[in-house]
């Protein structure tokens, strides 16, 4: 239960709702970068015609140890809606660019967590 809320709160991250105005970003896809409850999430993001995105996360734990989550969804007017099989749902808005926030909700619906993602530049 553990890896699963914390790989939904990283999903989070990388796709949360905020307020802030922006200018519409059509496409989601990249690789970007969150921490949550001290592990990092790196959530690679592939967004395919007609707004479908799908993509894998990795949870690196401090101590050690990686875990691997995939995920299918929607990116809409900038609101990304995705989940993965076991019902965790995360819903966020990308607030720029290279930005998004957004909740994260488990899928027992008992834990929901604020996160926030930056999208990287891979060498």
Known sequence: ????????TLLMILFSGG???VTPVTNCSGHWVGHCMLSRVDAYVTQHKGGKIDGVAYVSAPLGGKTTYHFKGTYTDGVVVASHHSG???????????????KLTTASKKYTFSLDATRVKNP
């Open 88 to 102: 965790h749902l995360f819903i966020g808005k990308v607030v720029s660019k290279d930005e998004v926030a957004g």
């Open 19 to 21: 307020s802030r105005a």
């Open 1 to 8: 239960m553990r890896k699963k809320v914390i790989f939904f």
